[in-house]
């Protein structure tokens, strides 16, 4: 019995932690030391990322950037009007297929049984 006592009280030692004399003044020095500088921080911060800025800018417009994305949108209409070519003749083959009233039903659900995968999945996430 007196071991059950003795158990008890040392979880009670371990449970509170000591009071420490100086912790008002430790935790004022501490925040005196976090809050000092702040403005000056900022302030260097955002000088820091204006200069950034401006450098970044200047190099874009000596780049001749924007020619060069007007190059790159031509290329990519040319490949994609190219893949549509290619994809007419297949798309022509769907139309001739039979879209009854059955086909829009199982079409809606595999939705819903779609929908109920990516839910259960959600949830298990969480």
Known sequence: ??????????ERLFNEPPALSGEGAFAALVEQKLNRGW??????????????????????????FIEQVETASKGSTRLIEMGM?????????LSALPAGSS???IAGGMAVLA????????????
């Open 115 to 126: 929908i109920g995968f990516v839910v259960t999945r959600v949830l298990e996430e969480f």
């Open 39 to 64: 403005t000056l921080r900022r302030g260097i911060i955002g000088a820091a990322g204006l200069v950034g800025g401006v450098v970044g800018a200047s190099q874009l417009i000596m780049s001749n």
């Open 103 to 105: 086909v829009v039903w």
């Open 1 to 10: 019995m007196a071991e059950l006592e003795f158990e008890r009280r040392l």
């Open 85 to 93: 070519s290619q994809w007419a003749p297949r798309l022509e083959m």
